[in-house]
């Protein structure tokens, strides 16, 4: 069953501007990661937030984790169409709580950058 | 390093007929996983290996579905007898618990089509 579940589905914007995608999970978790997928590609790991953890940045990308609501939200800052593709949040559930490797993704929220 | 290589990348069979998908891992890896992708159900994991060992396969669907991993650099998902239902996208990924405690590696993905 999903974990994560990624908001909106889909989002269309200009090269540029900043794209937001939102993620909520209904369980504690270990950590929370982001994969890009471009079409017709595997998946490609961009950033991991732990749960002790409420912001990180890496390039262009900024996650913010809060786990007392158990959201997540991607920002892509000045969007290139580039990044034009779906994004996933995965959740690694704590140990204590059976979680081990497994990634529990949801379903995905498709960006178009449009040139 | 060449990532982590599925073959084929496009399969089309008949119902009835026995589908082997394969994967190389990334040299060094000692985990392994096999997800299946499709719009309805997203991406979900069948089961994953460490060194060699299937460790969870509470997500493979039926017994028509087998995996094996007879050494540290190949596996295979094997469907046999292949249904229209498992048309799907399958992807394999591999991780190096020492260098990425939980990033995963993904695989170009096998299409797979059943008539």
């Known amino acids: 069953s999903q974990q994560g579940e990624e908001d909106p589905q889909a989002l269309s914007i200009q090269e540029g501007e900043n794209a937001t995608m939102n993620c909520s999970y209904k369980t504690s978790i270990n950590n929370l990661q982001w994969y890009r997928q471009n079409s017709g590609r595997g998946l490609v790991h961009l950033i991991l937030i732990r749960s002790n953890e409420r912001e990180k940045h890496s390039g262009r990308l900024r996650v913010t984790l809060d786990t007392s609501k158990k959201s997540s939200s991607l920002l892509i800052t000045a969007s290139r169409a580039a990044d034009t593709a779906s994004y996933f949040c995965a959740t690694v559930l704590p140990y204590a709580q059976g979680g081990s490797e497994k990634l529990v993704f949801g379903k995905g929220t498709k960006l178009t950058v449009n040139p | 390093d060449a990532g982590v290589i599925q073959s084929p990348r496009h399969e089309v069979t008949e119902m009835g007929q026995e589908v082997t998908l394969r994967c190389k891992p990334i040299s060094g890896h000692d985990y392994l996983f096999w997800y299946r992708q499709t719009m309805m159900r997203g991406l979900e994991l069948l089961i994953y290996?460490?060194?060699?060992?299937?460790?969870?396969d509470s997500g493979m669907p039926e017994d028509r579905f087998s995996a094996k991993m007879p050494n540290a650099s190949f596996s295979t998902l094997k469907i046999q007898p292949s249904e229209p239902r498992d048309s799907a996208v399958y992807f394999c990924a591999s991780r190096n618990r020492r260098t990425s405690p939980y990033e995963q590696y993904f695989g170009p993905g096998t299409r797979l089509t059943v008539t």
């Open positions: 290996f460490n060194n060699n060992v299937p460790i969870d």
